[in-house]
């Protein structure tokens, strides 16, 4: 089993960052793709940026191109999400998750999945 464990979220302006973590613990993730997905109320749950295990490959929903970036530390089992220029509609719950392989962008089916962490921005 894995565990995942977000920290980070809470209110910044719009135009500011945020910098999410997620913790993994559990077993080990070699092998395992990270990512993160978000929801907003009464909105499905959406992708929102993958990186693969080594790191070398990350893939980003279009709304958030160019303004967030993903990240690993394979040593401390943790993947980051740096985000900036943050915009109204970034606000949602941020979830962390885990599955063998790669991410995708399909919600159903990943294997693991965090408790989430509340993003809010102001105006």
């Known amino acids: 089993q894995v565990q995942l464990v977000e920290s980070g979220g809470g209110l910044a302006q719009a135009g500011g960052s945020l910098r999410l973590s997620c913790a993994a613990s559990g077993r080990t993730l070699s092998g395992y793709g990270m990512g993160w997905f978000r929801q907003a109320p009464g909105k499905e749950r959406e992708f929102v940026s993958a990186i693969t295990w080594t790191g070398g490959s990350t893939t980003y929903a279009d709304s958030v191109k160019g303004r967030f970036t993903i990240s690993r530390d394979n040593a401390k089992n943790t993947v980051y999400l740096q985000m900036s220029i943050l915009k109204p509609e970034d606000p949602a719950v941020y979830y962390c998750?885990?599955?063998?392989?790669?991410?995708?962008?399909?919600?159903?089916?990943?294997?693991?999945w965090g408790k989430g962490t509340q993003v809010t921005v102001s105006p």
């Open positions: 998750v885990a599955d063998l392989g790669r991410v995708g962008t399909n919600p159903h089916g990943i294997q693991y």
